[in-house]
T-cell receptor, first 115, second 116 residues
Framework: AQSVTQPDIHITVSEGASLELRCNYS??????LFWYVQSPGQGLQLLLK??????LVQGIKGFEAEFKRSQSSFNLRKPSVHWSDAAEYFC?????????????FGKGTKLSVKP | DVKVTQSSRYLVKRTGEKVFLECVQD?????MFWYRQDPGLGLRLIYF???????EKGDIPEGYSVSREKKERFSLILESASTNQTSMYLC???????????????FGSGTRLTVV
């Protein structure tokens, strides 16, 4: 079955520290992948996407993610976290072979930032 | 700026009421989706639509229905609201098939529904 796993429900990091949020997927076909961010009380905003080419992709707000096919992972990273990065982060995967291209979302990782 | 607009940010309704949540997109997207979001449960797909007058059940359609009379508008209907439908409701839209890879989904700001 197709699935997306975000192993960490909640992560707390200090402001200025580096961040890595994990995402693993199980998908039979060639995937395309997204990370979204949700600030409290808001909808989801697209951070970055991968669908082909360079496996290291850059996004908005200084985030990047690396697609590793051998590990079925698409981890999100940021070298130095800012207090405004506190939010919930969702990984999503779709497939070119899937019907209509529907995305499957992980359950999210909530990020807290300590001053 | 492209948008998905949900008509209400906050709603309070009484048990048994019929509730309409409206979603409008201005991107000429083929696909539209309704999710509910609850703490610890992530996004759960209620219904989606690939075209006008078409609808497909998602993972949790019970107690809900939808309407898509025009391409840009996708309405979620709670036939008889219950307290367990208190939640954040998110609408999203996308292009179809391979173009989803290029653009992903665009989400509205959400409607926080409280049923009392």
């Amino acid at each position: 079955a197709q699935s997306v796993t975000q192993p960490d429900i909640h992560i707390t990091v200090s402001e200025g520290a580096s961040l890595e949020l994990r995402c693993n997927y199980s998908y039979g076909a060639t995937p395309y992948l997204f990370w979204y961010v949700q600030s409290p009380g808001q909808g989801l905003q697209l951070l970055l996407k991968y669908f082909s080419g360079d496996t290291l992709v850059q996004g908005i707000k200084g985030f990047e993610a690396e697609f590793k096919r051998s590990q079925s992972s698409f981890n999100l990273r940021k070298p130095s976290v800012h207090w405004s990065d506190a939010a919930e982060y969702f990984c999503a995967v779709g497939s070119y072979g899937g019907s209509q291209g529907n995305l499957i979302f992980g359950k999210g990782t909530k990020l807290s930032v300590k001053p | 700026d492209v948008k998905v607009t949900q008509s209400s940010r906050y709603l309070v309704k009484r048990t048994g009421e019929k509730v309409f949540l409206e979603c409008v997109q201005d991107m000429d997207h083929e696909n539209m989706f309704w999710y509910r979001q609850d703490p610890g449960l992530g996004l759960r797909l209620i219904y989606f639509s690939y075209d006008v007058k078409m609808k497909e059940k998602g993972d949790i359609p019970e107690g809900y229905s939808v309407s898509r009379e025009k391409k840009e508008r996708f309405s979620l209907i709670l036939e008889s609201a219950s307290t367990n439908q208190t939640s954040m409701y998110l609408c999203a839209s996308s292009h179809s098939r391979g173009r989803v890879a290029n653009y992903g989904y665009t989400f509205g700001s959400g409607t926080r529904l409280t049923v009392v």
